[in-house]
């Protein structure tokens, strides 16, 4: 196989996901977002506030720049949900989550195949020349993973 159609099964695999994801946050209201998927369990709001977060991370993550919201980590990467006082709108959310999926779809857009198979930033080169599997299209695999995840404890919030 090669790595060009490789990299396109992968991609197509992430932008189903977010389509996915799109399309339930699409149907979901505010006020929903503001329910626990189950009792005692994540609000939609804080797993909207993680998947915003994460991908925005990988910007940096993939070396295609800097974070667009790094004032999300604290409260969505470090933290529990309801630990924070405060919570970002649900509005601010969507928009942030659109923006940042926006630049990653156009710099993935515009990397060559063989740019996929890099290390990523986490990883050392001393690492990655024993780990050659830790590159940037194994981010987008597990990212993919996790968000697909996320999305379908989301679902519960749809009544």
């Not at 630049?103 to 990655?128: C, G, I, P, R, Y």
């Amino acid at each position: 196989m090669n790595n060009q159609l490789l990299v396109k099964m992968v991609l197509d695999g992430w932008n189903a996901k977010l389509k996915e994801t799109d399309a339930l946050l699409d149907a979901l209201t505010d006020e929903q977002l503001m329910n626990e998927v189950a009792p005692g369990r994540n609000r939609g709001i804080y797993l909207l506030g993680h998947l915003t977060a994460v991908n925005d991370k990988m910007i940096s993550l993939l070396n295609l720049g800097e974070q667009l919201h790094p004032e999300l980590n604290d409260t969505f990467l470090k933290e529990a949900d309801k630990k924070s006082a405060e919570i970002i709108s649900a509005n601010l959310l969507r928009k942030y989550w659109s923006e940042i999926n926006a630049m990653l779809t156009n710099h993935f857009n515009n990397m060559q195949a063989e740019n996929w198979f890099e290390k990523h930033t986490s990883v050392s080169a001393e690492d990655f020349a024993k780990e050659p599997h830790r590159n940037k299209l194994n981010i987008i695999i597990s990212r993919t993973n996790h968000l697909a995840y996320h999305l379908g404890q989301m679902a519960l919030l749809k009544k």
